[in-house]
């Protein structure tokens, strides 16, 4: 699947399951806002590794840049997926197991020296689509300023929020300090 950017895929977004649709599809949504094409599949380490390997062999002739990986439980495929390319892999570790991802989170993050994987928190594809804009705007002058501005909103939706706190002020509460040195 192609996001609707159109052109060739940057990013590939590999879970191993379809159980995990709902949660990579915010890294697919990530990738819509900023205009970066993406593909999209279902792979897994253990049960499909022929396919992983097919996938991943071909990822970067095909164009891809960064992959990201989703998979809960052990958690393999963003190391086995690292272990076949030279790509940037960025690992989602997946909350479906009894431990409730703690056990995905290790499996992503703990991977042997000479074959790193970025790991972002349990459920986080938002978090890992957002690293990947990051290390396609290296590149991409105009991506990078649409991730400038991104961060520019942030930064006003918090100054909302903290207007809206304020401006709602109760007996005894004390406005917080605003800039410089504390008293």
Known sequence: MTGPAGGRPLVGIVMGSDSDLATMDEAARVLQEFGVAYEMTVASAHRSPARV??????????????????????AHLAGVLAAHTVLPVIGVPLAGSTLGGLDALLSTAQMPGGVPVATVGIGGARNA????????????PALRERYRAYKARLADEVEEKASRLAARAEPGMVPPHQGGRTP
């Open 53 to 74: 390997e097919q996938y991943v062999s071909g990822a970067e002739a095909r164009g891809i840049r960064v992959l990201i990986a989703g998979a809960g439980a052990a």
């Open 129 to 140: 689509a957002l690293l990947a804009v990051q290390v396609l705007a290296t590149a991409d």
